[in-house]
Each structure stands twice: as structure tokens, then as C-alpha cells.
């Protein structure tokens, strides 16, 4: 899209979605797991063990995902297996988190020269 063009009038529910979808992904424990979700399916207790949380309260936030349509589930075995569905949520939880990390290292090293 050319810089100079006006930009379109968006309508309210489409805005009313996208302000949604990143309310929900604005809690931090979300965000690390759709991060994670992105690298791979993954069951509910690898994701608690990953992210330092509990069993029930990764369930209830993948739930809270799930019902939002960014992450689907399958059932493997016994275990029920969690993987990214939507991915321009992806796109936009892996751009902020990857900026950040490249941010810090870039700090990271300035003060080591």
C-alpha cells in the first residue's frame, strides 16, 4: 500500500475483532504460549512445565485461546495436544516477542564490547 494513499474507513466489528484478539493475547501467559504453540504442538503439561504454571491454569487459558479461534486441540493417546490455529495471530505474537529478544540482545552485547 502506497504511503501517500488515504487510508479506508474500517468498519466497527472488524476493529472490535482486531482490538479483541489482541486484548487477549495482552496477558503475558497467553502470549508465551501461543510463542510456544508456534514452535510446535505441544500437550498441556509440557506447556506448564514450560511456562512455570499450573495444569488447571493452563487449561483455562488455552481454553480462553480456543474459544477465540487461535489455537485448536486434538487428542493423542491420553494427553490432549494444543497447536496454533491462527496464523496472523502467530505472525504478530512471534514479531513482537522476536523484536524484543533482538532488541535485548543487541543491548546485551553493547555492554560487553
Do not use: C, F
Request: glycine share 6%; hydrophobic share 40%; aromatic share 2%.
Amino acid at each position: 500500500m502506497p504511503k501517500n494513499s488515504e487510508p479506508q474507513p474500517l468498519p466497527d466489528e472488524l476493529l472490535q475483532e482486531a482490538a479483541s484478539t489482541m486484548a487477549l493475547l495482552a496477558t503475558p501467559v497467553r502470549l508465551h504460549l501461543l510463542w510456544l504453540l508456534s514452535h510446535g504442538e505441544k500437550d498441556v503439561g509440557t506447556l506448564a512445565e514450560a511456562i512455570g504454571q499450573t495444569l488447571p491454569t493452563v487449561s483455562h487459558h488455552l481454553n480462553k485461546l480456543k474459544l477465540a479461534g487461535l489455537v485448536g486441540d486434538r487428542v493423542a493417546g491420553r494427553h490432549r495436544v494444543y497447536m496454533a490455529i491462527d496464523q496472523d495471530a502467530v505472525d504478530l505474537a512471534t514479531l513482537v516477542i522476536s523484536r524484543r529478544l533482538e532488541r535485548k540482545s543487541g543491548r546485551a552485547r553493547k555492554r560487553r564490547a
